[in-house]
């Protein structure tokens, strides 16, 4: 496996280094966990504060093009990086997770009253039923 850095860019506004690199390999595509360490060691990042933002395929070759943050600290990361993006890593910390289970019975609880709501629209379709059997007297 062959990485090569295409741009190295520091974003003073979201705290984190851009950097856009390309790999070439010899064998099957690269997994993001064997690109994140080798890129890691290249460019002297600490694992806990960085991710892989996106990997491309070229078609028929065996390059890949890509993108990878490498954040301040690791609080600057999950401040930075939508929830869903955490949660595909594996990154969002327990307090998150914590909110995240406190708020799902909330939810639960208000889809209950949907639910009771629910009965009184199959009386309005029986109703209209009605009305169509009488139609199919005529």
Known sequence: M?????SDIQNALLQRREVKFSVS?????????????????????????SIIEKVAQRFGE???DG???VYKDSA?????E???????YG???SQKEGQAESAAPQKGA????SEKKEPKAPQHKAASAEGGNAGDKK
């Open 2 to 6: 062959e990485i090569e850095i295409v």
């Open 25 to 49: 390999y010899d064998s099957s595509t690269v997994s993001k966990a064997e690109l994140k360490t080798e890129l890691c060691k290249k460019l002297s990042a600490n694992p806990e504060s």
């Open 62 to 64: 065996r390059k890949s």
């Open 67 to 69: 993108v990878f943050y």
């Open 76 to 80: 600057t990361l999950e401040a930075m």
């Open 82 to 88: 939508p929830k869903y993006i955490l949660k595909r």
């Open 91 to 93: 990154k969002s910390s």
């Open 110 to 113: 208000g889809s209950e009253k």
